[in-house]
């Protein structure tokens, strides 16, 4: 039996987390946050000191690393038995993720861990390549983006509502800085694919992005 696949891409501080569980919820589908996934080797990474850019290093540590998703109503992710939901949210480990994910082996490792979460009833895969390069034959896809000032100010909302000391400059300056990176990169750079719908939310609310996108599926 065919598993149909709900892809959503675009660049960080989309939205993509949120509208991505919202209609795997409301459908009843899977959930795949990849984002989370090379948040996790990153995180797990800086815990062990090693090198980002030292590849045959953080191969090893995606190779031993053990993930656990629970997607209820807040997605919680478990490295190797231990919580750290509340880790991968950070300035520091987003940007750690941009850089490991530029390394082509580690790619590879990573892409059937991805792959793994297709299975019936449905799956909803959230990331920067889902349409493109983990599930090209995908039956929906969606590109969800926003300004990157727009980007920037809802993350200085979310860390200064979390009691965290945030510069709203800075952030613009990482959320750009990351944004070329990931676009530039040679293996699976940010991309739109070619089939996708195509959502800014700058001007949206989250519900609004919601329904387009649940429009879509039906």
Same mark, same amino acid.
């Given at each position: 039996?065919?598993?149909?696949? #709900?892809?959503?891409?675009?660049?960080? =501080?989309?939205?993509?987390?949120?509208?991505? %569980?919202?209609?795997?919820?409301?459908?009843?589908?899977?959930?795949?946050?990849?984002?989370?996934?090379?948040?996790?080797?990153?995180? @797990?990474?800086?815990?062990?000191?090693?090198?980002?850019?030292?590849?045959?290093?953080?191969?090893?540590?995606?190779?031993?690393?053990?993930?656990?998703?629970?997607?209820?109503?807040? #997605?919680?992710?478990? +490295?190797?038995?231990?919580? &750290?939901?509340?880790?991968?949210?950070?300035? &520091?480990?987003?940007? @750690? @993720?941009?850089?490991?994910?530029? +390394?082509?082996?580690? %790619?590879?490792?990573?892409?059937?861990?991805?792959?793994?979460?297709?299975?019936?009833? =449905?799956?909803?895969?959230?990331?920067?390549?889902?349409?493109?390069?983990?599930?090209?034959?995908?039956?929906?896809?969606?590109? #969800?983006?926003?300004?990157?000032?727009?980007?920037?100010?809802?993350?200085?909302?979310?860390? &200064?509502?979390?009691?965290?000391?945030?510069?709203?400059?800075?952030?613009?300056?990482?959320?750009?800085?990351?944004?070329?990176?990931?676009?530039?990169?040679? &293996?699976?750079?940010?991309?739109? @694919?070619?089939?996708? +719908?195509?959502?800014?939310?700058?001007?949206?609310?989250?519900?609004?992005?919601?329904?387009?996108? #649940?429009?879509?599926?039906?």
């Amino acid at each position: 039996m065919t598993v149909p696949v #709900l892809t959503i891409d675009g660049p960080s =501080g989309a939205g993509k987390g949120t509208v991505s %569980r919202a209609v795997a919820k409301k459908m009843g589908w899977n959930y795949l946050d990849s984002g989370s996934i090379y948040r996790s080797l990153a995180l @797990a990474a800086l815990k062990q000191h090693v090198d980002l850019e030292n590849e045959v290093a953080i191969v090893n540590i995606a190779k031993a690393m053990i993930l656990e998703f629970d997607c209820g109503d807040e #997605l919680v992710v478990r +490295l190797d038995g231990e919580d &750290i939901t509340a880790q991968l949210g950070s300035e &520091i480990t987003g940007n @750690a @993720a941009s850089i490991v994910a530029a +390394l082509p082996e580690v %790619r590879q490792i990573l892409l059937q861990k991805q792959k793994d979460f297709k299975r019936l009833p =449905g799956l909803v895969a959230d990331g920067r390549d889902m349409g493109t390069v983990v599930f090209p034959g995908a039956e929906n896809k969606v590109f #969800l983006t926003a300004s990157a000032a727009e980007r920037a100010k809802r993350r200085y909302k979310q860390l &200064i509502e979390k009691g965290i000391d945030a510069n709203l400059i800075r952030i613009t300056n990482e959320i750009e800085e990351r944004d070329r990176r990931d676009m530039e990169r040679k &293996i699976a750079p940010l991309a739109m @694919a070619s089939d996708a +719908l195509y959502i800014d939310s700058s001007d949206m609310t989250l519900e609004a992005a919601i329904e387009e996108v #649940l429009n879509l599926i039906r």
